[in-house]
T-cell receptor
Framework: GAVVSQHPSRVICKSGTSVKIECRSLDFQATTMFWYRQFPKQSLMLMATSNEGSKATYEQGVEKDKFLINHASLTLSTLTVTSAHPEDSSFYIC????????????FGPGTRLTVL | AQSVTQLGSHVSVSEGALVLLRCNYSSSVPPYLFWYVQYPNQGLQLLLKYTSAATLVKGINGFEAEFKKSETSFHLTKPSAHMSDAAEYFCALRGGGSNYKLTFGKGTLLTVNP
């Protein structure tokens, strides 16, 4: 149990386009989902926290108009990188947690975004 | 404020040797502590967690960790390293309440030499 999927696993896009990444909890209902960004050989940087049905809470320094997060259901959250630029190229990882399940975040496999 | 310090960004051991990855934390509330492993180009996989029950926690793949409040530590150990253990390891801290937000250490890269 506690499987989280992400789609796509890898995406290449042109500068100026928008990219949507999906995060799904496959076998549990996730009351809270998180989006992280990871630069090469570095730790995870939390971008935002989203609770189902509520607006996401963004970390300081993260542009909410650029990184749109939607948590429409208890099993799906999406991150849309709008007007992507090469500096947005990174590894994006989502995680999910559920109060009624346990005290743990379960992570997706990540999405490698490359902006040309 | 919460923080996690992983001592040693890179640890190298021989196959069959003891693995010891160090993690110290700072928290104003009783912490929940986690160790995650990350293989190249993959997400994080939970190895084990401490949530205020037994202080010696056993995880997957033969790993275990001991919570020591007096030392504010949660070091990860494995008696005998295997080549497949080579990966990045992250220690993470979660404060109390229903907020799942994690504070991560900077990670330790474990290499295993044949």
């Amino acid at each position: 149990g506690a499987v989280v999927s992400q789609h796509p696993s890898r995406v290449i896009c042109k500068s100026g386009t928008s990219v949507k990444i999906e995060c799904r909890s496959l076998d549990f209902q996730a009351t809270t989902m998180f989006w992280y960004r990871q630069f090469p050989k570095q730790s995870l940087m939390l971008m935002a926290t989203s609770n189902e049905g509520s607006k996401a809470t963004y970390e300081q320094g993260v542009e909410k108009d650029k990184f749109l997060i939607n948590h429409a259901s208890l099993t799906l959250s999406t991150l849309t990188v709008t007007s992507a630029h090469p500096e947005d190229s990174s590894f994006y990882i989502c995680s999910a947690g559920a109060v009624r399940r346990d005290d743990t975040q379960y992570f997706g496999p990540g999405t490698r975004l490359t902006v040309l | 404020a919460q923080s996690v310090t992983q001592l040693g960004s890179h640890v190298s051991v021989s196959e069959g040797a003891l693995v010891l990855l160090r993690c110290n934390y700072s928290s104003s509330v009783p912490p929940y502590l986690f160790w995650y492993v990350q293989y190249p180009n993959q997400g994080l996989q939970l190895l084990l967690k401490y949530t205020s029950a037994a202080t010696l926690v056993k995880g997957i793949n033969g790993f275990e960790a001991e919570f020591k409040k007096s030392e504010t530590s949660f070091h990860l150990t494995k008696p005998s390293a295997h080549m497949s253990d080579a990966a990045e390891y992250f220690c993470a801290l979660r404060g109390g309440g229903s907020n799942y937000k994690l504070t991560f250490g900077k990670g330790t890269l474990l290499t295993v030499n044949p």
